[in-house]
């Protein structure tokens, strides 16, 4: 490949990487073509997925500013450009490795950080953005209802024990 071209997957690989979000170094030795198809429907689109030299890649990754796909850069690899969110993403991975163990996930980025493969399964076992955005209004809505019951449990109680009074003195009298 003439250098120009190097040049040019570089720059190409780099700007994917800047643009992303996240990104998820995966090890694809054993896939058919037919399952990586699959697998680029599977991630919807959230995600993009390239088949990478790791030589380009290692220096898209260093103009990129992006620390810690290195390591991991051995033997075949693809990367999940993920632009969407990473959640949704390592859960499509995560479950099209379970069923293709041929995929093996060894690591990647999210927000200039690097992530082992244990720790995107950790992010793919959380619930979706939606789902914790919920989450968070029912508590706050249950806080604000517990709140509310609190300001008016005290004067409640104070009307009820005059209103006891009162009826004590019209019977005393």
Do not use: C, H, W
Request: avoid cysteine; charge should be positive.
């Amino acid at each position: 490949m003439a250098r120009p071209d190097k040049a040019a997957a570089v720059a190409e690989v780099a700007d994917k990487l800047r643009e992303s979000n996240a990104a998820v170094l995966t090890e694809y030795r054993g896939l058919t073509v037919k399952q990586l198809k699959e697998l680029r429907r599977a991630l919807g689109g959230n995600a993009t997925y390239a088949v990478v030299k790791n030589t380009l890649t290692q220096i898209a990754a260093k103009e990129a500013g992006v620390e810690g796909l290195d390591a991991d850069l051995k033997g075949p690899s693809a990367i999940a450009f993920v632009t969407g969110d990473p959640v949704e993403s390592a859960k499509a991975l995560r479950d099209f490795a379970k069923a293709n163990p041929a995929l093996v996930i060894k690591g990647g980025v999210l927000d200039g950080r690097a992530l082992t493969a244990a720790e995107i399964t950790k992010l793919a076992d959380l619930e979706s953005r939606e789902v914790l955005l919920a989450k968070a209004a029912g508590a706050m809505k249950a806080k604000i209802s517990q709140a509310a019951y609190a300001f008016t449990a005290k004067p409640a109680q104070v009307a009820r024990v005059i209103d006891a009074l009162r009826q004590k003195q019209e019977a005393a009298a």
